[in-house]
């Protein structure tokens, strides 16, 4: 461990993760630069990565690429008949509702139990992210795609055909706190 570092305390740690809110009420006219977004896929990447097979995607989707990207998924949507008209129609456009869309994919892997790892490691990947994000302000909201398997996505993203997609992360400047919801006290077995 690198001891030159000076890590924050527990209660400091505690309290970003439990400020940490799903929203998407944000400034719709203020970009994210990309620079940010490149600064929090990287500690992404600083999540357990078994075997060290660095299975993390990412594709970043502003303007207009927004629409391009909903109308992939609704391609695909079609192609795999998921989903009605209305829900289709709504796939078109909901990228738009946030300055920035990232794409995160995980890389497929030959060894199922490094496949499921991979997986894992993405999802682990996605919570450094969005802890990243909310230290400086940005409003998140981890979207599961309609399908993880989209091949016109992948393409449009430029990630492998094989790629699994594990979320769409909507994001955007803050405007707002948002409300901690009510969750159920921990439960822990202990056995000695």
């Not at 719709?28 to 896929?41: F, T």
């Not at 990447?45 to 207009?64: D, L, Q, V, Y």
């Amino acid at each position: 461990m690198d001891t030159d570092v000076a890590l924050p305390t527990y209660e400091a740690f505690a309290a970003l993760v439990t400020h940490r809110r799903t929203s998407m009420v944000v400034d719709q006219d203020r970009p994210v630069p990309r620079e940010l977004i490149d600064e929090l896929c990287q500690l992404a990447m600083w999540a357990p990565n078994h075997k060290r097979t660095w299975p993390w995607r990412f594709a970043s989707f502003t303007g207009e690429s927004r629409d391009q990207l909903g109308s992939a998924m609704v391609d695909d949507m079609v192609a795999a008949g998921f989903g009605d008209e209305g829900k289709r129609a709504k796939t078109l456009t909901k990228y738009a509702r946030t300055p920035t869309v990232l794409v995160v994919g995980s890389a497929a892997h030959d060894n199922t139990m490094l496949h499921t790892e991979n997986r894992d490691a993405v999802a682990a990947g996605i919570q450094n992210l969005l802890l990243g994000a909310t230290t400086v302000g940005l409003a998140t909201f981890w979207s599961t795609p309609a399908l993880t398997h989209a091949p016109s996505v992948l393409d449009l993203c430029g990630f492998e055909a094989d790629t699994q997609l594990v979320g769409m992360i909507y994001m955007g400047w803050a405007t707002q706190g948002c409300a901690a919801p009510e969750r159920p006290p921990v439960d822990v077995r202990h056995l000695d």
